[in-house]
């Protein structure tokens, strides 16, 4: 009943652009933190964007600055990552994650998981 479900993932040439979007299955994640993390193979995962409930405050990783946008609709229960100007080292999974406390991010944690999307970005 709980989900959040990533879509807009692909494939996509350097410096090209795709909009990611997470819908979430309740009405409860509308007053929840979002973030979107992402995990390419062999590394950690990493925080890529935050967004707090109300959308008034975000957050981003320093590599994808001035690149990647997040933003939500919690009419909709969905949250969105704008990525332009993709780099290669930007291919990874994707995952949307939702949070009680924005801080729990922080920690590189969070309250629920989606099952993440692939974006593949060739040189």
């Known amino acids: 009943q709980v989900q959040l479900v990533e879509s807009g993932g692909g494939l996509v040439q350097a410096g090209g652009s795709l909009r990611l979007s997470c819908a979430a299955s309740?009405?409860?994640?509308?007053?929840?933190?979002m973030g979107w993390f992402r995990q390419a193979p062999g590394k950690e995962r990493e925080i890529v964007a935050v967004?707090?409930?109300?959308?008034?405050?975000?957050t981003y990783a320093d590599s994808v600055k001035g690149r990647f946008t997040i933003s939500r609709d919690n009419a909709k229960i969905t949250v969105y990552l704008q990525m332009n100007s993709l780099k290669p080292e930007d291919t990874a999974v994707y995952y949307c994650?939702?949070?009680?406390?924005?801080?729990?991010?922080?920690?590189?944690?969070?309250?629920?998981w989606g099952k993440g999307t692939l974006v593949t970005v060739s040189s």
């Open positions: 994650a939702a949070a009680e406390l924005y801080g729990s991010f922080r920690n590189g944690g969070a309250d629920y």
């Open positions: 309740s009405r409860t994640f509308s007053n929840y933190a």
């Open positions: 967004i707090n409930w109300s959308g008034g405050i975000t």
